[in-house]
C-alpha cells in the first residue's frame, strides 16, 4: 500500500508528467544541437556536455516538480496549498499538452531530418545523402618530420603518389589531393568532422623522417567516425627504395579496407623511368612550388622540371607538368610575344612528353590546355581531354579539365555534371566551385550558382574572382544592391574595379560606372580587353562591345575562352556579328544549353 501510496502521490503531484517533459524537452534540444552545431562548426564536445547536464538536471526537476506547486498566486511549496484550492489536476491537463506538443516537434524534426537535412548538399543534386561508403578514404598529408622545412615537398609529394596509387584500387573513392591538403596544416582537427567535410569512412594520416639516404614513413589506417585504428605500420627503407615503399602502403591499405586491386598495386605515374631518385626528388620540388600558383612559384616549378628532365632525359611525366606550368605561366601572367614564347616552350615539352609516352593521360590534359589557349579549333583540345580521361577515368583532375573545356563550348549541362562528379572525390576544391558557379549562372540556374559560389567563398574567402561572381549572380536576379555589396568585397583590385563598372551600371549609377570603366581601360586594356567587352555587353552597349572583342582577339587575350558561358554576351548571341565573332575565334555558332 505504501508503494501505491506513492506512486499516486507522485500522479497527484504531477512529478512523472514533468518528468516526460523534461525528458521530452532535453532529447529535443539535444536533436537540434547535434544537426544545427555542424553548419556553426561548434565543436561536437558541446553536444556531449549538452547531454550530461540533462542528465544531472533531471533529478533536480524532478524535485522541484514534487516540493512546488503552482497555483493562481505563484509558485508555492506543496505544503502550503490547501487540498481545496490546488490546481494540480488542471495543471496535469497543461503538461499532457505540453507533451503533445514537444513530440509533435520531435516527430517534425526526424522528418526534416530524413527529407530535408540529410539532402545532397552537392550543387544541383537532389538525391538523399547516405553514410560515407565504407570503402572510401582520404589521405591527409603525411607530416615533415625531417627536422628541416625544405624537406616538406618530399613528404607532401610521397602524400600525393599515395593518392594517386590508391585510386587504381577498385570500388574505392579517394578524395583529391586539393581537398586533403586543406588539413596539412591542422594536426588537431577532429577525425569525424574531417571524414563528415570529406565525405569517407577511413583516413590514412602519418609522417615521413627523410635523413641521408633512408627514409621512415610512419602510416595508419583509422576509422574517421571514432578515431579508432584499423591498420598501421612503419617503412623503414633506403630511399632509392621510395617506390616499393609507395606500393607497399597501397597494397597494405587495400588488405586493410578488404577491396581488391585492379591487377597489381599500379607503380606511382611519377616514377622517373631509370628510377633515378635525384630526378624524383627535383620533379616533387617542381609541384611544391607549382603548387603556390603565382610568377616565382612557377618559374621555381620549371627550373626543378628542367632538373629532373637533365637528370633523366626520358622523364615523361615530368616533361608533361613543365607543360602545364609553361601554359598556366603565359594565360595568367604574362601578355604579348612573352606569351607566345612561353606558349612555345609549352608545346615543345608536351610534345616531348608524348613522344616518350602516347598513354601518358597528364601528357594529353597538357596539350589540350595548350591548345585551348593557342588553337583557332576548340574541338581539338576537347579531344585531348577526353581521351586524357579515357585514359585515367578516375581522376578528378582531368574531369575538371574536360568540364571546363566544354563550357569554352558552350556545352554547359555536361560541364555541370563532369565539375559535380570531380567535386564528388575532392569536395574542397574552392576553384572548382568557382567554375560550376559560373556554368550555372550561365544556364540561368542562380540558386545552385550562388550555392556553389558561396561554397567556393567558405573556403577560399581571399581569393580572387568569387565575390566578382557573386555580384554577377545578384545582377543577374536584378538585385543590384546586393551585387553592389559582392563588389565591394572582392580582394583583386583588377577583379574589384571590373565588378564596380558591372554592378554600378545595375544599379543606375552611370557615373561611378564609367569611372570604374575608364579605370580597366587606362591601367588594364592590355589584358582585360574580354573583360572590358563584358562590361560593354552588360551596359547594354553592343557596338563598343564587339570592338573590344575584336581588340581581344588581337591580343589573343585568353578570356575568349569564357565567350560561351559569360551571361551579358550570350544576351547576343543571335546578332550576326556575334556568330561572325565565333567562327572567327574556333567556337561554335551557338551555345549548346
Known amino acids: 500500500m505504501a508503494k501505491d501510496g506513492f506512486l499516486q502521490e507522485l500522479r497527484r503531484r504531477n512529478v512523472l508528467r514533468a518528468g516526460a517533459v523534461y525528458a521530452a524537452s532535453a532529447w529535443l534540444l539535444v536533436q537540434v544541437a547535434a544537426e544545427v552545431f555542424p553548419f556553426f562548426h561548434v565543436a561536437e564536445w558541446v553536444v556531449r556536455w549538452i547531454v550530461v547536464a540533462a542528465i544531472i538536471g533531471l533529478p533536480f526537476w524532478l524535485a522541484f516538480a514534487w516540493f512546488y506547486e503552482f497555483t493562481p498566486q505563484g509558485l508555492k511549496l506543496e505544503s502550503q496549498v490547501d487540498p481545496a484550492e490546488s490546481i494540480a489536476r488542471r495543471m496535469g491537463k497543461k503538461l499532457d499538452r505540453w507533451i503533445i506538443a514537444i513530440l509533435a516537434l520531435a516527430v517534425v524534426l526526424l522528418l526534416t531530418n530524413q527529407l530535408v537535412l540529410h539532402k545532397d548538399a552537392s550543387v544541383g543534386a537532389n538525391a538523399v545523402l547516405s553514410p560515407a561508403p565504407a570503402k572510401s578514404i582520404a589521405v591527409l598529408p603525411l607530416i615533415n618530420e625531417s627536422g628541416d622545412p625544405h624537406d616538406q615537398y618530399f613528404s607532401d609529394g610521397l602524400s600525393e603518389e599515395l593518392i594517386a596509387a590508391l585510386t587504381q584500387i577498385h570500388d574505392l573513392k579517394v578524395i583529391g589531393r586539393n581537398s586533403s591538403f586543406q588539413f596539412r596544416d591542422d594536426h588537431q582537427a577532429d577525425n569525424s568532422g574531417i571524414g563528415r567535410k570529406l565525405g569517407v569512412a577511413t583516413l590514412l594520416e602519418g609522417t615521413a623522417r627523410k635523413q641521408g639516404d633512408r627514409v621512415r614513413i610512419v602510416v595508419g589506417l583509422i576509422l574517421a567516425s571514432d578515431g579508432s585504428s584499423l591498420w598501421s605500420q612503419i617503412f623503414d627503407r633506403e630511399l632509392k627504395d621510395i617506390f616499393a615503399v609507395q606500393s607497399d602502403i597501397a597494397q597494405s591499405v587495400a588488405g586493410a579496407l578488404k577491396v581488391t586491386l585492379l591487377g597489381k598495386a599500379a607503380e606511382s605515374s611519377d616514377k622517373p623511368p631509370g628510377g633515378n631518385i635525384s630526378a624524383y626528388n627535383a620533379y616533387l620540388q617542381g609541384k611544391f612550388y607549382d603548387a603556390r600558383v603565382n610568377v616565382d612559384g612557377y618559374r621555381k616549378a620549371i627550373d626543378f622540371y628542367s632538373e629532373a628532365i637533365r637528370l633523366d632525359p626520358q622523364y615523361a611525366m615530368a616533361y608533361a607538368r613543365q607543360s602545364l606550368t609553361w601554359t598556366n605561366l603565359a594565360a595568367e601572367q604574362l601578355s604579348g610575344a612573352e606569351a607566345q614564347q612561353a606558349y612555345g616552350k609549352a608545346r615543345a615539352a608536351a610534345d616531348n612528353a608524348l613522344s616518350l609516352n602516347p598513354n601518358l593521360a597528364l601528357a594529353h590534359a597538357a596539350r589540350g590546355w595548350l591548345l585551348s589557349y593557342t588553337t583557332f579549333d576548340q574541338t581539338v583540345p576537347e579531344a585531348e581531354f577526353r581521351h586524357a580521361l579515357e585514359l585515367a577515368p578516375n581522376d578528378s583532375e582531368i574531369k ?34 568557382g567554375n560550376l558557379a559560373a556554368d550555372l549562372s550561365a544556364l540561368g540556374r542562380l540558386d545552385e550558382a550562388e550555392h556553389a559560389i558561396r561554397k567556393a567563398i567558405e573556403l577560399e574567402p581571399a581569393e580572387a574572382f568569387h565575390h566578382r561572381q557573386l555580384a554577377i549572380i545578384e545582377i543577374q536576379r536584378g538585385n543590384s544592391e546586393a551585387a553592389l555589396r559582392a563588389a565591394a568585397l572582392e580582394p583583386d583590385s583588377i577583379w574589384k574595379t571590373n565588378a564596380l563598372a558591372l554592378a554600378y551600371a545595375a544599379h543606375g549609377d552611370h557615373a561611378k560606372s564609367d569611372a570604374a570603366l575608364q579605370t580597366l581601360i587606362d591601367q588594364h586594356a592590355g589584358e582585360s580587353a574580354f573583360q572590358i567587352a563584358q562590361i560593354y555587353a552588360a551596359r547594354k552597349e553592343p557596338d563598343r562591345m564587339f570592338a573590344w572583342l575584336e581588340r581581344a582577339w588581337d591580343q589573343r587575350d585568353p578570356g575568349i575562352t569564357g565567350l560561351l558561358y559569360d551571361p551579358f554576351l550570350l544576351a547576343y548571341k543571335r546578332d550576326p556579328r556575334f556568330v561572325a565573332f565565333c567562327k572567327k575565334v574556333g567556337l561554335p555558332v551557338a551555345a549548346k544549353r
Not at 555536361?414 to 569536395?427: C, F, H, S
Open 400 to 433: 575538371n579539365d574536360l568540364a571546363s573545356e566544354l563550357a569554352v563550348l558552350g556545352q554547359l549541362e555536361e560541364a555541370v555534371t563532369l565539375t559535380q562528379q570531380a567535386l564528388a572525390t575532392d569536395p574542397l576544391h574552392a576553384g572548382w566551385y
